[in-house]
Nanobody
Framework: QVQLVESGGGLVQAGGSLRLSCAIS????????MGWFRQAPGKEREFVAA????????SSADSVKGRFTISRDNARNTVYLQMNSLKPEDTAVYYC???????????????????WGQGTQVTVSS
């Protein structure tokens, strides 16, 4: 089984930046497509960004396009979410997730992801 641990969340002013990291441990020899999701209080969990196992394909939600960038370093078993130009509406708990997959597949639906991290809080003040 694989485990995911997110880090890098915190409190930041609007317009600021944060970089979230997701460390992958356990069965890291298995190929995984990775994704970031977020959930704000009183709202459903929503897709933020995804990257393929090979790293050559990415996808992001319209609400974060041009501001957030997902990337991965398979040698370090880590996935990143660089968040720039943060807005108060980006405030949420951010979750890292893994989907068993190889090659260039990416997934935007939460149901495709088998393993989830515990989440990290991101708070953007106005």
């Amino acid at each position: 089984q694989v485990q995911l641990v997110e880090s890098g969340g915190g409190l930041v002013q609007a317009g600021g930046s944060l970089r979230l990291s997701c460390a992958i441990s356990g069965r890291t020899f298995t190929n995984y497509a990775m994704g970031w999701f977020r959930q704000a209080p009183g709202k459903e969990r929503e897709f933020v960004a995804a990257v393929s196992w090979s790293g050559d394909r990415t996808s992001s939600a319209d609400s974060v396009k041009g501001r957030f960038t997902i990337s991965r370093d398979n040698a370090r078993n880590t996935v990143y979410l660089q968040m720039n130009s943060l807005k108060p509406e980006d405030t949420a708990v951010y979750y890292c997730a893994a989907a068993y997959s190889s090659g260039s597949y990416i997934y935007t639906g939460a149901r495709n992801y088998a393993v989830w991290g515990q989440g990290t809080q991101v708070t953007v003040s106005s």
